[in-house]
């Protein structure tokens, strides 16, 4: 009886340091568990943020954009509007020289 009861009590004492080895993994995962959480947040947190910032870049770049095209059609209008006057200036220069010579044909 009293082998039978000392094997009673190492199985109970097994079965209790399992229990407690079982209960002490569970922790630890739990622990895990809880810190992946916090990072997969963190990283959520990070991401949305990062979103927000490329977004305000690119928003300031199609700005920059806009603004360089716009400069860019104003310096082409005014190349259009040089291009006009020298045409107008070169056209009343010719008018010019060819009334010159022919005066200058009808008084030789």
């Given at each position: 009886a009293e082998a039978r009861l000392a094997a009673e009590m190492t199985t109970l004492h097994?079965?209790?340091?399992?229990?407690?080895?079982?209960?002490?993994?569970?922790?630890?995962?739990?622990?895990?568990?809880?810190?992946?959480?916090?990072?997969?947040?963190?990283?959520r947190s990070e991401a949305a943020a990062a979103r927000k910032d490329a977004a305000a870049t690119v928003a300031e770049r199609e700005t920059r954009i806009a603004a360089l095209e716009a400069t860019i059609a104003r310096l082409e209008a005014a190349q259009l509007e040089q291009r006009a006057a020298g045409a107008a200036e070169l056209t009343a220069a010719r008018e010019a020289a060819a009334e010159a010579r022919e005066r200058y044909e009808a008084a030789a």
């Open positions: 097994a079965a209790q340091s399992a229990i407690a080895a079982a209960q002490s993994t569970e922790a630890q995962l739990q622990a895990t568990l809880t810190e992946l959480q916090g990072t997969i947040e963190s990283l």
